[in-house]
């Protein structure tokens, strides 16, 4: 009985917690000397709904010498473009956090 308990709450809040949106657009802009990718997801609402709120998130590199397109820098971290002094190692997490900046999933 304690177990199916414990299995019961420990579900429940991986699905509480769980973050939920959808992906409206990926692109990738630029050639040679500078790359950005976007992309923007619309967040959900806790019952599972998808909210008129988008995230629009971006990540940028920059290449130099004299063969551009192999010269590259690393790509930058994400960056929520409603906050971007936040940094995010990918873009799932840029967008888990921007939704929830909002009170939404």
């Known amino acids: 009985m304690k177990k199916i308990l414990f299995s019961i709450i420990a579900v429940f809040s991986i699905v509480v917690n769980a973050s939920a949106y959808q992906v409206l657009a990926t692109k990738d802009f630029g050639k040679d000397d500078a790359k950005n990718q976007n992309v923007i ?25 004299p063969d551009k397109k192999s010269n590259c820098n690393s790509w930058q971290p994400w960056h929520d473009l409603r906050a971007p002094s936040a940094e995010y190692s990918n873009w799932k997490s840029a967008a888990s956090a921007c939704c929830k900046g909002k009170g939404l999933r």
């Open 41 to 65: 997801v619309k967040c959900t609402t806790d019952t599972g709904k998808l909210s008129d709120e988008t995230c629009s998130l971006r990540r940028y590199v920059k290449c130099t010498g």
